[in-house]
């Protein structure tokens, strides 16, 4: 079975376009830049093979990337070897390569943690100079700063601030109130 002229033309015309075709699209392949950020495992900047060592957050792998040695000593200079944390940019050495090269300089840092002590709900740290106390119902008024707030507090606690303002003696509430649901008032922890 032989082709006609025509259709062997048509044949390789074919092949040509499609070698053109894939051809440009491995051509266009270009190297990708990345942001990378994670727990800086270690590095080496000194020699030929100055690079560092991450542990990537977004997949938990372990990630080497090769900077200048100039660049590692502005980087790295005198950091203690625990605790730091990296960010930065990197390119890849060719389009289809596993080797990353640092862009620019990379930011290490330390990462602290501040918290504040856990308190239960309805818990008010309550400090200030009392004013008014109702031995009946409890209610307090109190000063911060020249402004009057009002607690409510067992009123065993408040006749006793009341008798002490009646002597003219000088009355100060200091302490962490939590509020009990049942009596309705704050309650001294």
């Not at 090769?66 to 389009?95: H, R, W």
């Not at 911060?144 to 100060?172: C, H, W």
Request: contains cysteine; positive net charge.
């Amino acid at each position: 079975m032989s082709l006609t002229l025509s259709k062997q033309l048509f044949l390789i015309c074919r092949f040509l376009w499609l070698f053109v075709l894939f051809s440009y699209i491995l051509e266009a392949k270009e190297r990708k830049v990345i942001r990378f950020s994670g727990e800086l495992l270690g590095w080496e900047s000194e020699g030929e093979n100055s690079h560092f060592r991450f542990l990537d957050g977004t997949n938990l792998r372990e990630r080497t990337i090769q900077c200048d040695a100039d660049t590692m000593a502005l980087s790295f200079g005198n950091k203690p070897k625990g605790n730091l944390y990296i960010e930065g940019k990197a390119v890849q050495n060719t389009p289809t390569s596993d080797l990353w090269l640092c862009v620019g300089k990379p930011h290490v840092f330390q990462k602290y943690q501040v918290t504040s002590p856990s308190r239960t709900s309805q818990t008010k740290t309550i400090q200030g100079q009392v004013v008014e106390a109702d031995p009946k119902t409890g209610q307090i008024v109190y000063l911060v700063r020249g402004r009057r707030f009002y607690l409510t507090i067992d009123p065993m606690e408040a006749n006793v601030m009341a008798e002490s303002l009646s002597k003219m003696q000088t009355v100060t509430i200091d302490g962490e109130y939590r509020y009990d649901r049942i009596k309705r008032y704050y309650v001294k922890d």
